[in-house]
């Protein structure tokens, strides 16, 4: 059920991702947009990472495998501000109002 405006939650999501700069809110609505410059580096003498770069926020995917190419782990490190004070993980419903934040700020009246 989707949260109400008048809610905490509600409010604390929208304002959020109201002031988020463009190119993280269209990240957040369109998902990442991975460029063609992968990193391949060796963090220790038993793990590869491989990692690119988001081409709008400048998020940094990176996984990680042994020499022998068995997957151990995988991530994203964001830039800072990207990621929302005091909400945890967001949920679907918040993450509708995300897109509603999206929304009212690319839709020409």
């Known amino acids: ?3 109400h405006r008048n809610s905490a939650r509600f409010k604390s999501v929208y304002e959020q991702a109201a002031t988020l700069p463009s190119e993280y809110l269209r990240c957040r609505f369109n998902s990442h947009r991975w460029g063609d410059d992968d990193d391949i580096t060796y ?3 038993k793990t590869v990472r491989y990692s690119c770069a ?6 940094v ?3 990680d495998f042994t020499r022998y190419g068995t997957r151990l782990g995988s991530g994203v490190k964001y830039p800072d501000n990207y990621v929302f004070d005091g909400t945890g993980t967001l949920s679907a ?3 509708a109002i995300v897109r ?3 929304f009212e ?3 020409n009246p």
């Open 61 to 63: 995917r990176y996984r």
């Open 100 to 102: 509603v934040a999206y």
């Open 54 to 59: 988001c081409d709008r926020c400048g998020a």
């Open 1 to 3: 059920m989707p949260h």
């Open 93 to 95: 419903e918040d993450n």
């Open 43 to 45: 963090p220790d003498r």
């Open 105 to 107: 700020r690319t839709s």
